[in-house]
């Protein structure tokens, strides 16, 4: 993902989604990592939080530099473990809190969830140093 979002195409593309979202009025690109999932049964896991999820993102008031976001969510027995929404490594708040809310699969067993994504400045390339 990170080869992705900093040098351009590599022979691991397929494990990356490469998009156009809105970000306060401004069309961005991002380039988002695999869902990873972890868990002890082999539930179907609804992807359901993931609109609560982008609705975030998008509503991010960001200036034009690469920012990345990382979520992780975990549950067993239908309640949730752990959770963090991170902002550029910072807890982002008040979404991070929110997290809870989103429509996570309630399953008796455990599981979690990984994803990061990188946010691209408008031009859409990133300047190396």
């Known amino acids: 993902m990170l080869l992705s979002t900093f040098f351009g195409s590599s022979c691991h593309d397929e494990q990356v989604s490469k998009e156009e979202w ?6 961005r690109n991002v380039v988002c990592g695999n869902l990873i999932p972890r868990q002890v049964e082999d539930n179907e896991l609804s992807h359901e939080w993931f609109q609560s999820f982008e609705a975030a993102a998008q509503s991010a008031q960001l200036d034009n530099r ?45 599981y979690s969830v990984r994803m ?5 400045p408008m031009n859409g390339t990133v300047e190396q140093s």
């Open 116 to 120: 990061f994504m990188t946010i691209l």
């Open 22 to 27: 809105q970000f306060a009025q401004t069309t």
């Open 66 to 110: 690469v920012h990345w976001l990382r979520l992780f969510y975990a549950q067993d027995k239908g309640q949730p473990l752990a959770h963090e929404l991170l902002l550029d490594n910072q807890p982002w708040e008040p979404h991070q809190a929110q997290v809870l809310d989103w429509e996570w699969t309630k399953c008796d067993s455990f």
